[in-house]
């Protein structure tokens, strides 16, 4: 309970400070519409021909969202010389995680529940389904989890925009081909069997090793 509570307060902080500057939300949204707008228009809109790339493009956008969301995980802190007062707060280095984690968590959430129905509509998609929405969901966590972690390596370097996408594709690429196949079978209007057995099984294993082992190696690398 000591751990919940302190990672609630964690994420509640950097969601009454989003929601005063609307930096990341507002940032990721302009970006994401950009990305569909072009998809939109620089793709071969005849019926049927966007049925195959759509998964990949919807999870294109999700993953360089999420990137652009979660480079701010620890840049306030830096700027604003709070990094010192949030390591030396009274709560353990997995609350300071954890609690990172859900904020950029609830920011991509709420990113991507708005652009989902935008896809939708410019791409002819039928995201109306409770297995795409648990994908999503099940994908966005195992993104917010390396991506804090991460966030939280690159930000204490001089060049933090560059070295977040270099460290964060390479480990969550098998949370996106994940995602990405059990999307397709999402959209698709067969049987799903695949995702309920084999695509959702993954993410849910690869979401609890990042669970586990990212806040481990949080502690060590912010000890002292």
């Known amino acids: ?21 609307r930096e990341v939300i507002a940032s990721a949204l302009v970006f994401g519409l950009i990305v569909v707008v072009v998809f939109n228009f620089g793709l071969n809109r005849s019926p049927g021909s966007l049925e195959p790339v759509a998964p990949g493009l919807l999870w294109v956008a999700y ?22 007062g949030l390591l030396l707060a009274p709560v353990s280095r997995d609350a300071v995680f954890l609690g990172k984690m859900l904020g950029s968590l609830a920011f991509m959430l709420v990113i991507e529940a708005i652009l989902l129905p ?6 002819d ?17 195992g993104f917010a ?47 799903m069997t695949g995702v309920w057995t084999r695509w959702l099984p993954l993410l849910i294993v690869f979401d609890a090793l990042y669970l586990v082992i990212c806040p481990w190696i949080f502690g060590y690398v912010f000890e002292g």
């Open 145 to 191: 989890t390396v991506g804090t972690f991460f966030s939280g390596i690159a930000v204490q370097t001089r060049s933090r925009e560059i070295l977040l996408p270099i460290l964060f594709f390479p480990v969550v690429v098998p949370v996106i081909i994940a995602a990405v196949e059990a999307s397709a079978l999402a959209l698709q209007s067969g049987p």
């Open 125 to 141: 998609l039928p995201t109306l389904s409770p297995a795409l929405g648990l994908v999503i969901l099940l994908a966005t966590v």
């Open 118 to 123: 935008v896809f939708a509509v410019m791409l």
């Open 1 to 21: 309970m000591e751990l919940l509570r302190g990672a609630l307060t964690v994420a509640w902080k950097d969601v009454r400070l989003e929601l005063r500057s």
């Open 63 to 84: 993953a360089f969202i999420g990137v652009l969301a979660m480079n701010r995980a620890f840049t306030r802190e830096l700027e604003n010389g709070g990094m010192d």
